[in-house]
C-alpha cells in the first residue's frame, strides 16, 4: 500500500495534470482520484470600517515634513534585498517531489552555505513517485542561501538554492 506521503504527491500531481480521473491498483488496493467539475465561486471583499482622524491645529508643518523621509529609509532595504537576490543564479526544481539535502539521513548534506560548486556537482536530490533525482548546480561559483529545509515539498520551479555565479 502507498504511504500517505506517496498519495500527496499523487494528488499534487493529478491536479496539476489535465487528467479528470487517475486510477491505481496494486496487490487488491486500489486508490480512485476524480477532479470536479469547474464550480463558480463567488468572492466578496470585506468591507473595512474607515475612521476619520482630525489632526490638531497644534501640530506644526515642521514635523509633517519629515515623514517621507521616514518611509524613504524603511523602503531602501528592501530594494537592497532586491539587488542583493537578483545577482545571484537560482538553481531551481525541475519537478514536484521532496527535497534532500544528502543521499541518506546518516550522510553529510552535498552542499551548504559557502560551499564551492561546479555546472556538474549534484546539490540535493528531488525524489518523486520513488525516483531520486540529483539535481545538478548549472552554475560554476559559490552556494550562498539554501532556501528550503531538508524533507521539504518543492513544487516545479521553486527556487532551491541562491549560487554566486563565477
Do not use: W
Not at 537578483?86 to 534532500?100: A, D, E, Q, R
Not at 542561501?145 to 563565477?166: H, I, M, N, R, S
Amino acid at each position: 500500500m502507498l504511504k500517505v506521503q506517496e498519495i500527496r504527491e499523487l494528488i499534487k500531481l493529478v491536479d496539476q495534470s489535465n487528467i479528470d480521473e487517475f486510477v491505481y491498483e496494486h496487490e487488491g488496493s486500489k486508490i480512485k482520484m476524480k477532479k470536479k467539475a469547474a464550480e463558480a465561486v463567488v468572492v466578496q471583499p470585506a468591507k473595512i470600517a474607515v475612521q476619520e482622524v482630525q489632526v490638531p491645529q497644534a501640530v506644526q508643518p515642521e514635523a509633517v515634513k519629515h515623514v517621507p523621509a521616514v518611509e524613504t529609509a524603511v523602503q531602501e532595504p528592501s530594494k537592497a534585498a532586491e539587488d542583493h537576490t537578483k545577482n545571484l543564479h537560482k538553481i531551481v526544481s525541475p519537478m514536484v517531489g521532496t527535497f534532500y539535502q544528502s543521499s541518506s539521513p546518516d550522510a553529510d548534506p552535498y552542499v551548504k552555505a559557502g560551499s564551492k560548486v561546479s555546472n556538474d556537482s549534484i546539490v540535493c536530490i528531488v525524489e518523486a513517485m520513488k525516483l531520486f533525482n540529483e539535481i545538478e548546480a548549472e552554475v560554476n561559483g559559490e552556494i550562498v542561501e539554501v532556501l528550503v529545509k531538508d524533507g521539504q515539498l518543492v513544487e516545479y520551479g521553486q527556487p532551491l538554492f541562491l549560487v554566486k555565479a563565477e
